[in-house]
């Protein structure tokens, strides 16, 4: 969802590679001659978890000191993903990135030079300081090959034209790293960083059309992953795409859907990978699978967490499996009565604050499809847009389908109210994205449905969208939960 907010700050990823000879170190980012129109910086740590709500990227802004300059300091103790955003002002997302190698005891300079038109405010990147040649590289490598950019299967239809296309922009990267000034200047870290990065992306790329269900595995060529190297079984090749790359080829390639294969994949991943791309592994199956919330799997899911300590000791993945397990915990669950009681929610039309009790009583013996959405957010409104299929189903089935809004401006949600044509069962929440329902239901993003079933028991904390695409999946929710029970006497 943020990537469509191009118009709001710019991002500048950091992967930090800490090797054990350093020792605990600080790394330093300050600006040089800041651009006026930015705001503030933020210091972002990437979750090796990045999809998942409940183990969500943490931000510390900074402000400008009294030279209106920008220094952050950040200790490096472990391997790990960082971000520096710039904030202008009055913004707040942007989708302007860049991947940076940054070694402890590193003091990066940087120049923001704006680059803007009518609709977006982005920054071109400059930097100075110890390494400048690795970091201004990575820059210029990013924006001659944008993520947006790279091959898509649904533009080119043919397996075979899309593998050409991969193996081409992977072979254009390492020309490009090859022919670029000053790459003799370039440490053996940086370069074993580059390759490695571009071999992960290369892997990532290859294996996406069947991991978004584009195209089934047996329809794959004998020889397509032929080119496609063995992943370490350490993480000394940590990339910006090695996450991705590990979750492509160990889970999402073996998903035949959202809920499958749970202890096919399991088993694969234990025979196949070892040390911690196992332990990675195992603990993002565990997340995948208690974010889709399926009943049919609950046996096999519960288990391989109990045993997950076999083979997971970092304290950052079991925290993160603990938190999966509670987050699936309340699947088939009511909402507590506090909660019930305290959440307070204004309704569109007469303006009577209820609580969210109150809102589901309104509904009694009643399923309920809830949408959590904003004014501000686009792929809300696209999919409120393209709903109206879903809508008739719901109402067909006797679901109530119900608008909460984690607007802050009041005056824009009933705006957007209007433009929409969503006045029925629409309510404002108060707390916004820090609303105890929000936190309880463990979500940082929008939009986000929330399915309950006609006792108010959460189904689905993250049910499948309104939209065509995923309208199979939402009718085979829906249809398990309003089923009619038939008693034989």
Known sequence: MKNKFRNTFACLLFLLILNPLYGQQKACIYSIDCDSTIKSVGLRQISPFWW?????????????????????????????????CLYPSGENWSATYHSMLVSPGDSIGFRAIPVSDSKTIEYRMEFTGKNAGHYNFMCELDLKFPHQKRPDFRQTGAIEIFKDSVDLWKKRKLDFLQSYPGNNQFSETFLKYINANIEDEYAFILYSPVANKLIDRDKLPADYFQDVYQLPLADESLTEHYYSSLLSRYISFYMDDARSNFDTIYQNIKQH?????????I??????????QGEHYKTELLNVIKESSEYVSDSIYLEYIGLAENYYLIHNKPFPEELLSSVKLKKYGDDTVISFKDLLNEYPNKAVYIDFWASWCAPCREDISKSSEAKSYLKEKDVAYVYISIDREEKNWRKATVEDAIAENQYLIEGEHNSALVKYLRFSSIPRYVLLDKDHKVKMSNAPRPIHYYFSQLKDEIQKITKRVVTFY
Do not use: C, M
């Not at 400008?64 to 300091?73: A, R, Y």
């Not at 990978?273 to 592994?281: F, I, V």
């Not at 603990?283 to 889709?292: E, N, P, Q, T, V």
């Open 52 to 84: 998942s709500d409940y183990y969500a990227d943490q931000l510390i802004r900074y402000e400008k000191d009294t030279s209106l300059q920008f220094h952050v300091e950040f200790e490096l103790n472990q391997p790990e993903i960082k971000a520096v």
């Open 273 to 281: 990978t070892s040390g911690k791309p196992r332990a990675y592994l």
């Open 283 to 292: 603990s993002a199956l565990i997340g995948r699978f208690a974010d889709h």
